[in-house]
């Protein structure tokens, strides 16, 4: 195996340490090595005067929840959804510069700046890409917020949509807004779900919905689910979170690097 010896430094600035110790794979430094003699025992250790990255540097911040210290550093933090960069806006730093992935897509926009943040997770790993081909940054902060969860409520299914058919069936004017809650406990399906599958049977012409209420429609013929819109999209959205969320950091960061190089 690897022997590890210990390494201390009386002169590097803290913030330069704690950055180094957030993803150490690419910190290169220079020190000289030195004997360490405490209480009968010596060892060797490297006294480091300068650290360096080769590369770019990746800080894993992801959370389920946002708080004002996520933003008080300066860079670029770019957000795939728009309502977010809303609520987050008061917190930024007079420093910082905030950008919607989307549109940065649509003008194919270079970003220039060495700092980035992504603050809310995109819905596909493509949009992602997308992004960052048009970025060249040394230092790399991913915070992935969730706006849903998807991964881990999953995807509903065959007996679930099923079940929903069936209700949907016999319904003349049933509102959603009164009675969504309701209707999930009773389908054994969460909220999220719920609001997701809707959208499928209305695609599929399974439902009408004005001003939230719903109604069944007899539609003849048969109808793969999983060829709408939404399905896919959904599809989309959880692969994403399982490979930028609940991934292993070891494992976010060589897939970002490799996008990235």
């Known amino acids: 195996g690897r022997n590890k010896v210990n390494a201390i430094s009386f002169s590097l600035d803290q913030s330069k340490v704690q950055e180094v110790v957030a993803d150490p794979q690419l910190a290169e430094f220079v020190g000289s090595l030195?004997?360490?003699?405490?209480?009968?025992t010596?060892?060797?250790q490297i006294i480091i005067q300068d650290l360096s990255y080769q590369g770019i540097q990746i800080i894993d911040q992801r959370t389920q929840h946002l708080v004002p210290e996520l933003f008080a550093g300066s860079g670029a933090y770019i957000f795939f959804d728009d309502k977010i960069l809303k609520q987050i806006k008061p917190y930024l730093g007079d420093a910082a510069q905030a950008f919607v992935a989307s549109e940065l897509i649509a003008d194919q926009a270079e970003l220039k700046n060495k700092e980035l943040v992504l603050v809310d997770a995109p819905e596909s790993i493509e949009e992602l890409k997308a992004l960052l081909e048009l970025t060249d940054p040394e230092r790399l902060r991913v915070i992935f917020y969730p706006k849903k969860e998807v991964y881990l409520n999953g995807m509903p299914g065959r007996q679930d949509f099923a079940a929903l058919y069936r209700f949907a069936a016999g319904q003349t004017g049933f509102d959603l807004r009164k009675g969504l809650p309701a209707l999930a406990k009773r389908l054994n399906l969460t909220r999220?779900?719920?609001?997701?599958m809707l959208p499928v049977f209305f695609e599929v012409g399974f439902v009408r919905i004005e001003r939230g209420v719903l109604s069944g429609r007899k539609v003849s013929g048969h109808f793969d689910l999983k060829k709408t819109v939404a399905y896919q999209k959904r599809q989309?959205?959880?692969a994403a979170q399982k490979k930028l969320i609940y991934s292993s950091f070891s494992a976010l960061r060589e897939?970002?690097?490799?996008e990235l190089n």
Do not use: A
Request: hydrophobic share 40%; aromatic share 14%.
């Open 34 to 40: 030195s004997i360490n003699r405490w209480r009968n």
């Open 42 to 44: 010596t060892s060797p």
């Open 192 to 196: 999220e779900q719920l609001i997701f």
């Open 236 to 238: 989309q959205m959880m």
């Open 255 to 258: 897939f970002l690097q490799q």
